[in-house]
């Protein structure tokens, strides 16, 4: 089967740093992504994890063990704009168009 | 830039009305994708498509259809609506890379 399960929401503060934890068990593996999604919009791409590592992106950090099915997301310097949902997504599945499966989403709130 | 458009932000339908959602991306894409997005549940895969004309169904496709008349266009469509079928639907198209973009979403609400 199919499974994706991350915190449904987190509260940190501005200026600190936060890690949404993201575990996964699925049937395939063939990489892990991060979106982020503001109330009411489109997700939009933050990271795509292939290989285990660390991948860092300006404030934006995402980690991956295959061996452990388990990837994060690290914040720094948190800003109010960082308040979003984070989804976690599993795939590409190829023999199905190139899916992604989802987990539920963590909500994040920045406060002051 | 990526675009990925769809039709309506909002929407209000009367059961048992048929419904059309439509999405058009302007970036060649071969790969096209219905997610309908719920609390508690994530985003599930309704329907893709990997082609013109070509349709899969996914994950939960009961109550729709899909139609890929042209490559950038890739619409859903609500046989019927149902009260169950209220929420919100994200259309997104795949790169040769594996990123998928997403349109805004469309928040419908069937009465």
């Known amino acids: 089967g199919q499974n994706i399960d991350q915190p449904t929401e987190m509260t940190a503060t501005e200026g600190a740093i936060v890690q949404i934890n993201c575990t996964y068990q699925t049937s395939g593996f063939n990489g892990l992504f991060w979106y982020q999604q503001h109330a009411g919009e489109a997700p939009t791409f933050l990271s795509y994890n292939v290989l285990d590592g660390l991948e860092e992106k300006g404030r934006f950090s995402s980690f991956l063990s295959r061996s452990k099915g388990y990837s994060y997301l690290l914040l720094k310097e948190l800003q109010m704009k960082d308040s979003a949902s984070y989804l976690c997504a599993v795939g590409p599945v190829y023999n199905q168009g190139g899916k992604l499966i989802f987990g539920q989403g963590t909500e994040l709130s920045v406060k002051p | 830039d990526v675009k990925v458009t769809q039709s309506s932000r909002y929407l209000v339908k009367r059961t048992g009305e048929k419904v059309f959602l439509e999405c058009v991306q302007d970036m060649d894409h071969e790969n096209m994708f219905w997610y309908r997005q719920d609390p508690g549940l994530g985003l599930r895969l309704i329907y893709f498509?990997?082609?013109?004309?070509?349709?899969e169904k996914g994950d939960i496709p009961e109550g729709y259809s899909v139609s890929r008349e042209k490559k950038e266009r890739f619409s859903l469509i609500l046989e019927s609506a149902s009260t169950n079928q209220t929420s919100m639907y994200l259309c997104a198209s795949r790169t040769m890379g594996n990123e998928q973009f997403f349109g805004p979403g469309t928040r419908l609400t069937v009465l």
């Open positions: 498509s990997y082609d013109v004309k070509m349709k």
